[in-house]
T-cell receptor
Framework: AQSVSQHNHHVILSEAASLELGCNYS??????LFWYVQYPGQHLQLLLK??????LVKGIKGFEAEFIKSKFSFNLRKPSVQWSDTAEYFC???????????FGTGTRLQVFP | SQTIHQWPATLVQPVGSPLSLECTVE??????LYWYRQAAGRGLQLLFY??????ISSEVPQNLSASRPQDRQFILSSKKLLLSDSGFYLC???????????FGQGTRLTVV
């Protein structure tokens, strides 16, 4: 069955540090990939998405993600985090031939000034 | 513009009582609709999704059911609530599998 793994459950960083959050999925076919962010007290909102083409995807607020098909991964990165990036981050996948959208367990990021 | 409404925001129900959570979307037609349960450390668990009126896909066999009586209405129900049904329930919609999902404000359900 289709699944999504986020191995980093809680990440603590200082401002200006670099960020990489892992996301792995289990499905051998074509996938659509998403990263969402949930700021404290707010709705989930889309950071970026990948459907096809350039495997390096740029999103809002300086985030980017790289799709590595051979590793079934879609890791999220940001070169220099800010205190305002404190939030929970969710990776999501749907396989090309379904409308089912599966989320990972989320990674809580805390950034200290 | 499109909006999603989900109610109630909070709900406290006794064990064994029925449940009905409603979600409606405005400003779009034939959306894909989703029900998730969000729990700390467990992310968003997909419960049901629907690609059209009367079409429901169930992901997790449990004490809940879903219905889509109208194009933009998605209802989550239970005949008899269990303590384990407590949680934060989120409704979401999207145009199709290639677009982002938009979430409602959620319902905090406490079964006592």
């Amino acid at each position: 069955a289709q699944s999504v793994s986020q191995h980093n459950h809680h990440v603590i960083l200082s401002e200006a540090a670099s960020l990489e959050l892992g996301c792995n999925y289990s499905y051998g076919g074509t996938v659509n990939l998403f990263w969402y962010v949930q700021y404290p007290g707010q709705h989930l909102q889309l950071l970026l998405k990948y459907f096809s083409g350039d495997p390096l995807v740029k999103g809002i607020k300086g985030f980017e993600a790289e799709f590595i098909k051979s590793k079934f991964s879609f890791n999220l990165r940001k070169p220099s985090v800010q205190w305002s990036d404190t939030a929970e981050y969710f990776c999501a996948v749907n396989t090309y031939n379904t409308d089912k959208l599966i989320f990972g367990t989320g990674t809580r990021l805390q950034v200290f000034p | 513009s499109q909006t999603i409404h989900q109610w109630p925001a909070t709900l406290v129900q006794p064990v064994g009582s029925p449940l009905s959570l409603e979600c409606t979307v405005e400003g779009t037609s034939n959306p894909n609709l989703y029900w998730y349960r969000q729990a700390a450390g467990r992310g968003l668990q997909l419960l049901f999704y629907s690609v059209g009126i009367g079409q429901i896909s169930s992901e997790v066999p449990q004490n809940l059911s879903a219905s889509r009586p109208q194009d933009r209405q998605f209802i989550l129900s239970s005949k008899k609530l269990l303590l384990s049904d407590s949680g934060f329930y989120l409704c979401a919609w999207r145009t199709d599998r290639y677009t982002e999902a938009f979430f409602g404000q959620g319902t905090r359900l406490t079964v006592v």
